[in-house]
């Protein structure tokens, strides 16, 4: 018996939004802007767990340029601060990387979530999306 998704939601910023890039300082979380929003907010408390997926284009410049970006999603970012683990992601320097991480874990409804990501030295996002799926 197949499962329905209850809840489904997708968000992106690319160039032709405003803003069209999101710069990223070295060393320092920021947490990630789409559609000029920055928070996930479920309508519903997940039963199985909950998929939450980004995509990034991140740009890295030869001159003082990221290596590495960690991420991280972090629940109530403004309350309990509750980050559920952390990834480390290589970055092509001097180019362009394409980022796309999934991740499961429990929604809960009414309750923030945002993605948060720190480069090693300067970066730039571009094209950037977030998803979420309750089933």
Do not use: H
């Not at 803003?19 to 039963?47: D, F, G, H, M, R």
């Not at 990834?87 to 991740?103: C, P, R, S």
């Not at 993605?115 to 030295?121: H, T």
Request: hydrophobic fraction near 40%.
């Amino acid at each position: 018996m197949a499962r329905r998704v209850s809840q489904y939601i997708s968000r992106k910023s690319d160039a032709s939004s405003k803003p069209a890039i999101q710069p990223l300082p070295a060393n320092k979380w920021v947490t990630l802007e789409v559609e000029n929003l920055t928070e996930l907010v479920p309508t519903e408390t997940s039963k199985a767990g909950a998929l939450w997926a980004c995509y990034l284009n991140v740009d890295s410049p030869k001159i003082k340029g990221a290596t590495e970006l960690v991420i991280r999603w972090v629940r109530e970012p403004k309350g309990i601060n509750d980050a559920t683990g952390y990834e480390t992601k290589a970055l092509n320097k001097g180019g362009t990387t394409f980022i796309k991480d999934v991740w499961l874990f429990q929604a809960k409804k009414g309750q923030p979530v945002v993605l948060q990501i720190k480069a090693n030295g300067y970066a730039t996002i571009t094209t950037r999306e977030i998803k979420l799926a309750i089933t």
